[in-house]
């Protein structure tokens, strides 16, 4: 996507980092289908055909079917195998939340869940947050606040800011680090990334369908009715985003 | 990872059935445990039998004033559930200070209550392990050991347990409902959890492929004064070095009664009867608050690095017995 001398700015390189590989939800269905196990996720060592296992799932709104070894996590499917890389793997071990997705509207870790285990579940990852060139607020107010550096743990930072807005979550911004702490940045951006996620909740700019929010909101400047209309615009055309 | 068939229980009997039938078979319900024990090699389960479809995901009123957890219920749903937050604060306390936001949407109260430890030489197939490898040594007696158990510890096995739900959940006298072979029967939490001893790779009373089904937390007005206090190196996201779950019952200036459990420190969730017995009658304060925290450190056996545990957990107890007095 970059090289030595790309002329991407800045802010447009984390503009795509931000909204994962924007081109990668746009895929036809075909490529997004299943195709057969290939080196990049089945083992020299696995199973034969038959304990491979036919999984169903809906993935950024699109429906998708796989043939996977019971070990593909979610994760390596999502990367390997459907070329969605905007998730990331970090630790792979469930400790740093760099491959948080949503399943069935709540955040997850996608590298301890098992691709078998979510037949019939519907998945959003980065790459189906943006509606076209519309970033999701979240997304955006990353950009806006600097709520990164290297970009690596974005994607799961931002799946899980996304997720928190719906969330019991409090006013303070303390209560947003706590609620933010199943992600971690080794560039230490915590300070913007909290900023990016109150501008949103003071604002009320985002997609949300939950009445917990209202209260969390209520602390904040600019949460007055302007921020309700926004909200209720949004909600009508993603709604079932929610 | 080693391979394995994967098949979907879709009852309680299938499921329980499935696991009989082939040794080493694993339930799954959150995995946050499992797969990534499998992914370690520590765990190598032929079968999985995933769980995740039974319908074991309510909380419900039980007519003598308790509450029943289904199993399948996930831990963040289980610490925001208004029963949970209003009656027992501190079990809802205690989640809300485990992992995080992801983990405890995933993680199940049938899968907390089977959590592993997290002794290095446990989750590191390279080392010897005496849980993981029966007979094959502790390298945690003379290794590094800070994280390491202080209480209920064996020549055999030092590994503390990770758990938070289930510190709370023994100092309730919590029931668990399980169901197998010889059908549902229930086992009271101080009975779940086995001490090391001379087989740390047994850890609880289940029997072979018994499936867990729900949890009974019984009535106990005064619990609406708890508190859960936890210690750990970072400010979130960290397991327990010291944790402590009370419950205070005052009346008439004194204690009449004392619910005291602590986590990080034990081999399993630690109930400690004797700083209760300290505190009934006492008057609330400082030095009963002492007396009882040298009373639940009583025995305690520390190796090289973790010495620290004791005067740790101790003091973690007394905040926790002075912040639940202070409770309005």
Redesign the interface.
């Known amino acids: 996507m970059v090289s030595g001398q790309s002329d991407l700015s800045r802010r447009e390189f984390m503009t795509r980092t931000v909204g994962g590989s924007l081109a990668m939800a746009a895929l036809p269905e075909s490529q997004n289908a299943a195709t057969p196990a290939t080196g990049t996720v089945a083992d020299p060592?696995?199973?034969a055909a038959e304990?491979q296992?036919r999984v169903r799932c809906a993935i950024n709104d699109e429906h998708t079917e796989l043939t996977i070894?019971?070990?593909v996590?979610l994760l390596d499917a999502l990367r390997e195998r459907l070329r969605l890389t905007g998730t990331k793997k970090g630790c792979?071990?469930?400790q740093c939340?760099a491959c948080?997705v949503h399943v069935d509207g709540?955040?997850?870790?996608s590298c301890?869940?098992?691709a078998?285990?979510v037949?019939g579940k519907r998945i959003t990852t980065i790459e189906g947050l943006a509606r076209g060139d519309e970033l999701h607020p979240i997304q955006q107010a990353f950009i806006d606040h600097d709520g990164f550096q290297c970009g690596y743990c974005t994607p799961g930072q931002v799946m899980?800011a996304v997720?928190?807005l719906d969330?019991?979550c409090g006013p303070a911004d303390a209560d947003v680090?706590?609620?933010m702490?199943?992600?971690?940045c080794r560039c230490g951006a915590y300070p913007n990334i909290v900023n990016a996620i109150q501008s949103v909740r003071g604002t009320g700019s985002v997609w949300r369908s939950s009445p917990s929010g209202s209260a969390a909101r209520s602390g904040h400047p600019g949460s007055a009715d302007i921020g309700s209309v926004q909200r209720s615009a949004k909600r009508s055309r993603h709604a079932e985003r929610s | 990872?080693f391979?394995?068939?994967?098949q979907?229980a879709a009852d309680e009997d299938a499921a329980s059935r499935a696991v009989r039938a082939t040794p080493g078979a694993r339930f799954?319900a959150g995995?946050?445990t499992l797969?990534?024990l499998?992914?370690?090699n520590v765990e190598r389960p032929s079968v999985?039998v995933?769980i995740?479809a039974l319908p074991l995901t309510a909380i419900e009123e039980l007519p003598d004033g308790g509450v029943r957890v289904g199993a399948m219920v996930r831990n963040?749903d289980m610490a925001?559930h208004p029963a949970i937050r209003s009656r027992y604060p501190f079990l809802s306390q205690a989640l809300l200070a485990g992992?995080?936001?992801?983990?405890r949407?995933?993680a199940t109260t049938g899968g907390n209550l089977m959590q592993r430890t997290r002794c290095y030489y446990f989750r590191d197939t390279a080392m010897p392990c005496n849980k993981r490898e029966p007979g094959s040594g502790c390298a945690a007696l003379d290794g590094h050991n800070r994280i390491h158990a202080i209480l209920g510890t064996s020549a055999q096995c030092i590994a503390a347990h990770a758990s938070d739900m289930c510190v709370p959940l023994t100092a309730l006298d919590a029931v668990i409902h399980v169901n197998g072979e010889r059908g549902p029967r229930t086992i009271p939490i101080g009975e779940f959890y086995l001490l090391p001893g001379d087989r740390p790779e047994v850890e609880t009373a289940l029997e072979p492929g018994e499936l867990i089904t729900a949890v009974d937390l019984p009535p106990l007005p005064f619990v609406t004064r708890s508190v859960y206090v936890k210690v750990r190196d970072r400010?979130?996201?960290a397991f327990a070095l010291a944790s402590a779950a009370v419950a205070l019952d005052l009346g008439d200036g004194r204690i009449r009664n004392a619910r005291i459990a602590l986590g990080g420190v034990g081999t399993r969730p630690w109930r400690a009867h004797a700083a209760e017995r300290t505190l009934a009658g006492a008057r609330p304060g400082a030095a009963a608050y002492q007396a009882a925290a040298a009373a639940a450190l009583e025995g305690a056996a520390p190796r090289t690095h973790n010495a620290f545990k004791i005067e740790l957990a101790k003091r973690t107890l007394m905040r926790a017995l002075a912040r639940a007095e202070a409770l309005a």
């Open positions: 060592d696995s199973p304990s296992l070894d019971p070990r996590t792979d071990h469930g939340g948080t709540r955040r997850v870790l301890l869940t098992l078998a285990a037949n899980s997720a928190l969330e019991p680090r706590e609620c702490s199943g992600n971690i | 990872m391979p394995f068939t994967f979907a799954l995995g946050t797969v990534d499998m992914k370690l999985v995933d995740n963040s925001n992992a995080s936001p992801q983990l949407n995933m400010a979130s996201y």
